[in-house]
């Protein structure tokens, strides 16, 4: 997607907060690598929005799908 290869792009691929981490597979994706919490989910997709609005100056819509694994 387009959103994927902007974060992929601003160098977010693997990027971290607590346990949540940006999809080294697919930038577009955030997944839980232990005991990730709301509140870090939260902080690492304000850190991608955040780091593409300014490389980019792209205003990233959230698109949210919980997947239970």
Known sequence: SEAGKLIETAGL???RFGDAEVSKKHAN???NCGRAKAKDVY?????V??????????D???ELKIVKG
């Open 60 to 62: 990233l819509e959230l």
């Open 29 to 31: 994706f955030i997944i």
């Open 49 to 58: 929005r955040k780091t593409v609005k300014e490389k980019f100056d792209i």
């Open 13 to 15: 691929k693997g990027a």
């Open 43 to 47: 902080n690492l997709v304000e850190k």
